[in-house]
């Protein structure tokens, strides 16, 4: 089958579009025939090896896993021993984001953490949901009318979904992002924007209710004075360096009522079938920047790791 593969850590153009051999599932695996996969900031952290926590994960020398993509949308194709959730010719969705495979016409997942996929969603906008989806949900649960959301790296997959379920809750959305993203990010219906190469909103001297931050830079002694009293801020990613002072430094800042730390989303089904429910209902609509066949994943990734997508990527081997 075809795939591309990753050999070592390294850039875009060390990926290849290569033959292996079909995957065989194990027990309680099933493997899928590959309709769409998306691609998430993780696949290029997955790819460079940085930061520190994508080689934990996904190999500390090298990948464990050759093949990257995690949002899997496809139609079964084999049963493992004792897998029985699904049948042969299903249409189903999930996030492997800790073990991946999607940039291939084939992949063996685990049944436990798939869906079926709703009727009414198309292939590639399955695949955008579990993984950007459910950080959407998680960053913005508790939303009230009145309170005011900033989204550093509001462009995104994740931040485009997060702006649309604030809005719907009543929230003052601050969109933060490059200059490419500003005028689309009104569209989608921020209140306000900010260019973070001309503007630092750390430096501006304001506050919110609740930050969600994509990509963590700033220590917890800056994001404390932009938060309101009761304010929350929750880190997505960023330097292991960065996340790790956000966590136990922002502890002493609990006793000025404002909470910092990391946001945790709890992958699986079941936050999958609930952004599934949320496109259904029409509260979330990923847009698709383009889709792609799988000899572009080195330039899709490329184009994902510099922030130059607006919404998501979707490949379709």
Same mark, same amino acid.
């Given at each position: 089958?075809?795939?591309?593969?990753?050999?070592?850590?390294?850039? !875009?153009?060390? &990926?290849?579009?290569?033959?292996?051999?079909?995957?065989?599932?194990?027990?309680?695996?099933?493997?899928?025939?590959?309709?769409?996969?998306?691609? +998430?900031?993780?696949?290029?952290?997955?790819?460079?090896?940085?930061? &520190?926590?994508?080689?934990?994960?996904?190999?500390?020398?090298?990948?464990? +896993? !050759?093949? &990257?993509?995690?949002?899997?949308?496809?139609?079964? *194709?084999?049963?493992?021993?004792?897998?029985?959730?699904?049948?042969?010719? *299903?249409?189903?969705?999930?996030?492997?984001?800790?073990?991946?495979?999607?940039?291939?016409?084939?992949?063996?997942?685990?049944?436990?953490?798939?869906?079926?996929? !709703?009727?009414?969603?198309?292939?590639?906008?399955?695949?955008?949901?579990?993984?950007?989806?459910?950080?959407?949900?998680?960053?913005?649960? @508790?939303?009230?009318?009145?309170?005011?959301?900033?989204? +550093?790296?509001? @462009?995104?997959?994740?931040?485009?979904?997060?702006?649309?379920?604030?809005?719907?809750?009543?929230?003052?959305?601050?969109?933060?992002?490059?200059?490419?993203?500003?005028?689309?990010?009104?569209?989608?219906?921020?209140?306000?924007?900010?260019?973070?190469?001309?503007?630092?909103?750390?430096?501006? @001297?304001?506050?919110?209710?609740?930050?969600?931050?994509?990509?963590?830079?700033?220590?917890?002694?800056?994001?404390?004075?932009?938060?309101?009293?009761?304010?929350?801020?929750?880190?997505? @990613?960023?330097?292991?360096?960065?996340? &790790?002072?956000?966590?136990?430094?922002?502890?002493?800042?609990?006793?000025?009522?404002?909470?910092?730390?990391?946001?945790?989303?709890?992958?699986?089904?079941?936050?999958?079938?609930?952004?599934?429910?949320?496109?259904?209902?029409?509260?979330?609509?990923?847009?698709?920047?383009?889709?792609?066949?799988?000899?572009?994943?080195?330039?899709?990734?490329?184009?994902?790791?510099?922030?130059?997508?607006?919404?998501?990527?979707?490949?379709? !081997?």
């Amino acid at each position: 089958m075809k795939a591309v593969v990753q050999d070592r850590y390294g850039r !875009p153009e060390d &990926l290849r579009l290569a033959d292996i051999p079909m995957p065989e599932p194990r027990a309680s695996e099933i493997r899928v025939k590959v309709l769409a996969c998306a691609v +998430n900031l993780s696949d290029w952290e997955y790819l460079v090896g940085d930061p &520190l926590y994508a080689r934990l994960v996904g190999g500390l020398f090298r990948p464990k +896993n !050759p093949v &990257l993509g995690s949002d899997i949308v496809g139609t079964v *194709d084999k049963l493992g021993a004792g897998a029985s959730r699904f049948e042969i010719g *299903d249409r189903i969705m999930g996030d492997l984001v800790m073990v991946r495979g999607g940039f291939a016409e084939y992949a063996c997942v685990s049944e436990a953490e798939m869906i079926k996929v !709703p009727e009414g969603l198309s292939d590639e906008i399955a695949a955008c949901l579990p993984q950007a989806g459910g950080i959407a949900l998680a960053g913005t649960e @508790g939303l009230t009318p009145g309170d005011t959301l900033l989204i +550093n790296g509001a @462009g995104g997959g994740s931040g485009t979904m997060a702006l649309q379920l604030a809005k719907a809750a009543g929230a003052h959305v601050t969109a933060v992002d490059n200059v490419s993203k500003i005028a689309w990010l009104k569209e989608l219906g921020a209140d306000e924007t900010i260019d973070y190469k001309v503007q630092d909103f750390a430096s501006l @001297g304001r506050k919110w209710t609740r930050i969600l931050d994509m990509v963590a830079t700033r220590g917890p002694s800056r994001i404390a004075r932009c938060l309101r009293t009761r304010g929350v801020y929750r880190a997505l @990613g960023g330097r292991v360096k960065v996340l &790790l002072a956000l966590v136990f430094g922002g502890l002493i800042y609990r006793f000025t009522g404002k909470s910092i730390g990391l946001l945790m989303v709890p992958s699986g089904p079941d936050l999958t079938e609930r952004v599934a429910r949320a496109a259904i209902d029409g509260k979330i609509s990923p847009h698709l920047d383009a889709v792609l066949p799988l000899s572009s994943v080195p330039e899709a990734l490329r184009r994902t790791g510099s922030g130059d997508v607006k919404g998501k990527l979707v490949i379709k !081997p």
